[in-house]
């Protein structure tokens, strides 16, 4: 009660009484502030380490979930197709690697195991081996039963979603769903898949596993994402929790550690920039912050001053069969990277070299390519580009550099407001 709102008409003694108490907490009003924005601090700080989703800018979550809740129009359709989907990833049974008919040379089916998407028999020997490569022609061979591309793939985009939907709905089945499928890849003893990527991406006649291989882990950022959404709920236990870390972190050990772990790190191309935004997400999720950090700011010097040219251009990726593809996925991975170094204080959006090289300057050469789909693409290696695939790069750029050339390709496309990317990078 404030002062002025004292009664003339109170006696003298109470409105001695109900006058002092106010005089009292006005003092105390400085340290009830203070208290305050320490508690929010607190709260703030804690809600981080509970949900460690690091693909999503700090506090983008929380905001879309309010955003969500007051029925802001401009992300009803974002949330809706996101509902959708994880409607949709409810009707998908339990993946495991134990599924595939064949195991791999350790004669473990727990060992993860796939082939090498670009390559194909050799027309000019007998039993086609060993394999040759055809950049940009994908062998159906590696989609079939006996790798585990697809299941990884499956598993760990349903797990996202399903958990995206629960942490936004509040709705129990998304969550049990996601953890009935996170159990069956990393938990149970019957299913689990062991940490490692020992046989991924074999090329027959050649060799049983490569390190490019550790590619197709780059989904399980999005299971770590979706354990850190489960934080809370009545479906995932902290059993759950402290075994998927502890795969986590055994996985992440071996990638530091093995012949084809060692190999990615030292691709210049997409192939190393995937396996430093796998590591910095891993290393945060498991609490290495340290690492994490490390493998931000080295990217400055280990993948943009080598990847990229001055005028923004990547010739390593120029020079594939699917040249604007890879210089998409490419960028793909600088994002990545540039959101978890918002969480370790290192600015990779705005980082330049000397020469003026950097992750906008990228983005920014193949902007012309989209503005105007007719516009001739000069680096067509036998693969057609498909222009489509910088939409939810764009919703990301346009938020974090505020511009306003990448913002009007948003609006001129029908089918922007429905990606996912649309929750999360909100347009001032």
């Known amino acids: 009660m404030s002062p002025s709102s004292d009664s003339p008409r109170q006696s003298t003694s109470r409105s001695f009484v109900q006058k002092a108490r106010p005089s009292s907490l006005t003092r105390f009003l400085p340290l009830l502030a203070v208290i ?35 029925g802001d129009p401009a992300i009803q359709s974002a949330f809706q197709q996101l509902c959708s989907e994880a409607d949709k990833a409810m009707q998908l049974r339990p993946l495991s690697v134990l599924e595939k008919p064949k195991a791999p040379d350790s004669g473990d089916k727990h060992d993860y195991m796939s082939q090498a998407p670009y390559f194909w028999p050799d027309p000019t020997k007998p039993n086609g081996l060993p394999y040759i490569r055809k950049d940009g022609e994908r062998n159906p061979e590696a989609k079939d039963e006996n790798s585990d591309a697809p299941r990884i793939g499956r598993m760990s985009s349903a797990s996202e979603t399903l958990a995206l939907a629960y942490f936004f709905t509040g709705k129990d089945a998304y969550a049990e769903k996601a953890a009935t499928l996170l159990r069956a890849w990393f938990l149970d003893p019957a299913t689990r898949m062991n940490p490692n990527l020992n046989f991924a991406q074999a090329i027959p006649g050649l060799n049983t596993g490569r390190g490019t291989g550790m590619i197709e882990s780059r989904g399980l950022i999005a299971v770590t994402d979706a354990v850190a959404l489960l934080a809370g709920s009545k479906n995932w236990t902290a059993a759950d929790q402290r075994g998927v870390v502890d795969w986590m972190r055994a996985y992440l050990d071996w990638a530091q550690n093995s012949k084809n772990g060692k190999d990615e790190a030292a ?13 910095a997400h891993f290393a945060l999720f498991v609490g290495q912050r340290d690492l994490a950090k490390s493998l931000v700011e080295n990217a400055k010097t280990r993948r943009i001053a080598l990847q990229i040219k001055p005028d923004g251009s990547q010739p390593l990726e120029l020079s594939r069969a699917d040249s604007f593809g890879y210089s998409r996925f490419n960028l793909l991975a600088l994002f990545d990277l540039a959101t978890v170094g918002e969480y370790v204080g290192v600015d990779l959006w705005r980082y ?11 983005f920014d050469f193949l902007m012309p390519y989209v503005e105007d789909p007719t516009k001739e693409w000069p680096y067509e290696n036998g693969k057609k580009s498909n222009r489509d695939v910088l939409g939810g790069l764009l919703w990301q750029a346009a938020s974090v550099y505020q511009e306003p050339r990448y913002r009007a390709i948003l609006a001129k496309d029908p089918k922007a407001t429905q990606q996912r990317e649309a929750l999360f990078f909100p347009q001032q």
């Open 36 to 70: 305050t924005v320490f508690a929010v601090s607190v709260m703030a700080a804690d809600q981080e380490q509970t949900l460690r989703a690091f693909s999503f800018p700090p506090g983008a979550l929380e905001k879309a979930k309010a955003r969500i809740a007051a």
């Open 267 to 279: 691709a210049k191309n997409n192939h190393g920039s995937h396996y430093d935004a796998q590591l």
């Open 352 to 362: 330049q070299t000397d020469s003026g090289a950097g992750i906008r300057k990228a």
